[in-house]
């Protein structure tokens, strides 16, 4: 319908304005959650649980806010470095110097979108001692795949000084891509982990109230 657009090769000469957004790469999404509890000895007074659950989260809006608001030709940004003076007000002259007539544009992945996703997972022993204490020990952990990320595919190549023995980008330095200025990309390709230790001591003072202690 014409409304969204995007760049679906990161060298391609132009923008695709219509059809498919991306290429659907959830058809085999899939997300199990499995949980136990188990009591070990007869006198009930030792529990067992554990759990794992993989979650998916809905494509963050990002996806589709700024490569429909910041992506030529439905909006065109231009980012331009010392222009000529002699341009000056002429603004279509100094974009049409500056040799990237498509300015900056925000992308996401075309052929290899994916969903964000979570792996859950914990495990922890209760004891209960006497008719009024119990002390949880425990373990949660966490898997986070496919994060949103956000970067310039399009900046300057680097060369190696070797005066300076440093990477630098001189003036004259081209762009992957020579067509557009930055090509900021929105991919899901983050990842992240998180471990903890849980403590847990609950005693019930007397009948009706209760006194806890987490960590």
Known sequence: DGKVVNLRNLGDPDTTVG???WKNQSKLTFGPRFGFAWSPFANNKTAVRGGFGLF???????YYYFPTTRTYPLYTEFQITNPSPALFPDAL???AASNTPRGSITVIPYQNFKNSRAAQWNLNVQQQFGASTVLTLGYVGNRGINLVTYADLNVPIATYNSTSNSLETPATATRLNRNFTNINFIAASGNSWYNAFTLAFE?????????????
């Open 93 to 95: 002259a100094t974009i």
């Open 203 to 215: 005693r019930r003072i007397t009948s009706g109230l209760r006194a806890d202690r987490k960590s």
């Open 56 to 62: 998916y989260v809905p494509a963050d809006q990002l």
């Open 19 to 21: 059809g498919a957004y």
